[in-house]
């Protein structure tokens, strides 16, 4: 069976994230998952790595740093990190689940797309591993700042959420992505839901100029909008419910696939 272990608290549990191993939202995963009394080991990038996405490090060597036998960073990406970690530091004694987070801002609608959070644990499954990505939703995305950060929603909830999805078989090539509401309230629930899709605005560019006249861009913070109804991730993340949001990575659009058949066979 793939899919998360029963008894989490047997299990070997692989830690990573892509705002890098000092990242506070890292250090309060480890803490939720020694909860459980999980075997834990840390592997995270050295640096931040925010909106990495599914790179690779391809033209320059990967190199570790060892903090200590279960605290290891990578000089490279959160897809560097899962390979490095499932392939190396723990070859000998594998994971039996990934989790990747808790992410410093959602992941929820095309925000899954850049996210290195997210990344990690597709890296995983595509291994053959089970893996969960967590991420909190904070007030203001446009700032990376820790004080803003309560993450007193994660230290109570997190280790909740993974008690309830232990012993749950995943499809394959399939993970679960959990997004945390924001901590100035209590969780309305726990609701599965689809993900969601921004609404576009065509104003993503800052266009700016430096002090000889020469003009630079900067790519603006997500867009704030409102979302109605929790039928999708954004708005039940904003109306206060933990959210979880399986996500496949065979992107095949079935019905458009049987329909292009149809197409060029006319």
Partial sequence: MHGIPADLSASNIMVVNDDGIHAQGIKI???????IGANTYVIAPENEQ???GHSLTIHSPLRIRKYDGKHISVFGTPTDCAIM??????????PDLVISGINHGKNACDDITYSGTVAAAIEATLLGFPAIAFSQHIADESTDSNSQINWEMAKKNVTQVLKMLSGMELL???????????????PKGIIVVPQGHYNATG?????CEDPRGKKYFWIKPPPKMEYDGISEDIGALNDGYITIT???LNLTNWD???KTKEYINR
């Fill in 172 to 186: 394959p090539m399939t993970l679960l992505n959990v997004n945390l509401p924001l901590s100035n309230k209590e």
């Fill in 256 to 258: 458009m696939l049987k």
């Fill in 85 to 94: 970690g499932i392939q190396h530091v723990m070859q000998g004694s594998p």
């Fill in 246 to 248: 399986p996500l496949s």
């Fill in 29 to 35: 995963l480890e803490e939720c998952v020694n909860k």
């Fill in 50 to 52: 925010s909106a990495a």
């Fill in 203 to 207: 104003d993503d560019l800052l266009e």
